[in-house]
């Protein structure tokens, strides 16, 4: 199971928009609505930041918001803020019954 | 409030075999799925498995031959054993919440495979 494709880096200026992509294939992204969002800060452990594509856990800023297309998910951040400063995963539901993540974005605010 | 505790050796030799624990405080054990997932030095997230109901595991297929997720109920901890490592396991290796997404996680304890 190959690794889901987010590019590796992403930067943007506070105030700004980003959007942080998620490739799969229709073995996994493109089959479930099963994508997940992580958020890391150096050092510490993955913070969940969407599930099921688009949801919102509770105590996630509304500034954080998913949607997918086919089969690529992204990952948008309005807003952008000095703590958005970090690497971010997406996860994703495969045809094999496992789970896979992406490569890993790094979100710098410029 | 829920927490999750890994505790692990640190340092395992080559072609040994890997034992973690975690510990859950704060939550009913039986009630969730409960998945390791790792972290390689400057690397990205690999999913290892979950367990639920004390039975019903799932194993990332990589991984499927060498690992063995259990848990104790009595103690509320989670367990993880991985056979025959070699350097490719050094990582940090959490244990979480849930299955499909991972909502609780505890800090990660780090694992290095070298003699």
């Known amino acids: 199971q190959s690794a889901l494709t987010q590019p590796a880096s992403v930067s943007g200026s506070p105030g700004q928009s980003i959007t942080i992509s998620c490739t799969g294939t229709?073995?996994?992204?493109?089959?479930?609505?099963?994508v997940s969002w992580y958020q890391q800060h150096p050092g510490k452990a993955p913070q969940l930041m969407i599930y099921?594509?688009?949801n919102r856990p509770s105590g996630v800023s509304n500034r954080f918001s998913g949607s997918k297309s086919g089969n690529t998910a992204s990952l948008t951040i309005s807003g952008l803020r000095a703590e958005d400063e970090a690497d971010y995963y997406c996860?994703?539901?495969?045809?094999?019954?496992?789970?896979?993540f992406g490569t890993g974005t790094k979100v710098t605010v410029l | 409030q829920v927490q999750l505790q890994e505790s692990g050796p640190g340092l395992v030799k080559p072609s040994e075999t890997l034992s973690l624990t975690c510990t859950v405080s704060?939550?009913?054990?039986?009630?969730?799925?409960w998945s390791w997932i790792r972290q390689p030095p400057g690397k990205g997230l690999e999913w290892i498995g979950y367990?639920?109901?004390?039975?019903?595991?799932n194993y990332n297929p990589s991984l499927k031959s060498r690992v063995t997720i259990s848990v104790d109920t009595s103690r509320n901890q989670l367990s993880l054993r991985l056979n025959s490592v070699t350097a490719a396991v050094t990582a940090l290796y959490y244990c979480?919440?849930?299955?499909?997404?991972?909502?609780?996680w505890g800090q990660g304890t780090m694992v290095t495979v070298s003699s």
């Open positions: 979480a919440r849930g299955a499909g997404w991972w909502g609780i």
């Open positions: 996860n994703s539901y495969t045809t094999s019954n496992s789970y896979v």
């Open positions: 704060g939550d009913s054990f039986s009630s969730y799925y």
């Open positions: 367990i639920y109901n004390s039975a019903t595991t």
């Open positions: 099921d594509v688009s």
């Open positions: 229709s073995s996994d992204v493109g089959s479930y609505d099963y």
